[in-house]
């Protein structure tokens, strides 16, 4: 399945409102992958809303991630661990594209 028939039928399995002023959305991948997209409105009217898509998948840091970059911030802390993170326009496709490849 490619990335622009599974947005057709994707659908969020939860959205939460994180602070004042990101939204938190969950989605499964075909695969079985989860992702989170956070989409960030800046409080200063004259920046550019953007989102960060994280895969919910626990990588080495040393992971290459074409497109994006590796966090050991957030959700998993064992050391020289952490998740594939996608930022900047078409966040949600390459997240898509790299977490396809896994499994």
Known sequence: ??????EKIAFSKSTR???????RDRYDFPN???????????WNVF????????????????????GGEMRDDGYYGEEGYGFP????????????????KLI
Request: proline share 5%.
């Open 1 to 6: 399945m490619t990335f622009k028939q599974w």
């Open 17 to 23: 409102k994180i602070g004042h002023n990101i939204i």
């Open 32 to 42: 079985g992958i989860e992702v989170v997209d956070d989409f960030v409105t800046p």
């Open 47 to 66: 920046q550019k809303s953007f989102s960060v898509v994280t895969v919910v998948y626990v990588l080495p840091l040393s992971t290459h991630i074409p």
């Open 85 to 100: 993170v996608f930022l900047g326009d078409n966040a949600m496709e390459k997240a898509y594209n790299f977490a396809m």
